[in-house]
């Protein structure tokens, strides 16, 4: 929730908003077990035309995978796909460990 509460207030007090402090709410929300907050943050940079790129996108399927949220950790993977996102072995190890779950 702090890191949550941080962003917000960089939003607030109108600083901007980029990939590596989104990274850093998405990060938190898969380490807080919190997937649809995580997406969600996945889903504001796009609105945001903030580029999602793989690290970004890796710590979104590791909030699926953290979650049980396996159908939610391949749909990224077909996203990150349609996006030209270079996929890695993280992506892969992730989105696997989620369909274990």
Excluded: H, P
């Excluded at 990939?19 to 380490?31: D, E, P, R, W």
């Excluded at 035309?49 to 793989?54: A, C, Q, S």
Aim: net charge neutral; aromatic share 6%.
């Amino acid at each position: 929730a702090n890191a949550l509460g941080l962003l917000a207030d960089m939003a607030r007090a109108r600083v901007e908003l980029n990939t590596i402090t989104y990274y850093a709410g998405v990060n938190a929300c898969g380490k807080g077990c919190q997937w649809a907050t995580a997406l969600g943050l996945l889903a504001d940079m796009a609105l945001a035309r903030v580029e999602l790129n793989t690290i970004t996108y890796n710590a979104g399927v590791s909030a699926c995978e953290k979650g049980g949220r396996w159908a939610n950790a391949l749909g990224l993977l077909v996203e990150m796909a349609f996006a030209c996102v270079k996929l890695n072995a993280i992506t892969y190890s992730s989105a696997v460990s989620a369909c274990e779950k």
